[in-house]
């Protein structure tokens, strides 16, 4: 792997989730929800969220990556997992930080198609080339590592640490 990295700081960030919300409204696509997928799409969702007047934001857990370019063979999605029951005919955006290989992007999208939504589009901070998925609203494209200013630093407790578990209580 390359030592070269794609380094997005706060200001650029704000810039960056700025232009995407505004490839969304010059597109006239207009979500009744949006999805995040957690956690570097947390971010982005609420961002767009802000930018896009829109409150119905959800979440949807999955783990992939375990590392720096280290992965799962798939895409696991945890629970709580959405209903979308109650959205068949609602417009989703499905907001994440990066579109890499695109495997949880296509699992989430799945999802949501499978349950009938109205439209499904995504939209990303970054997408790189190999990405199985090409989303509708992308920021940039790069083909590098990227350092997002929400986990450039390490965390501040070892993996694990200060949670309690209910047979801990």
Known sequence: MSEERE??????????VRQLAQQVADDGFQPDLILAIARGGLFVAGSLGYALAVKNLYVMNVEYYTGID????VPVM??????????TQSNILIADDVA??????????????AANVGEVRSAVVYQKSHSMVDCEYVWKHTDLWINFPWSNEPPVVAPGEGQTSVIDS
Request: charged share 25%.
């Open 70 to 73: 280290e992965r799962l063979d």
């Open 78 to 87: 945890l629970p709580p997992h959405i209903d979308l029951i109650d959205h």
């Open 100 to 113: 890499d290989t695109g495997h949880t992007l296509d699992l989430v999208r799945n999802h949501c198609i």
């Open 7 to 16: 380094n997005l700081d706060w200001a650029t960030y704000g810039v960056a």
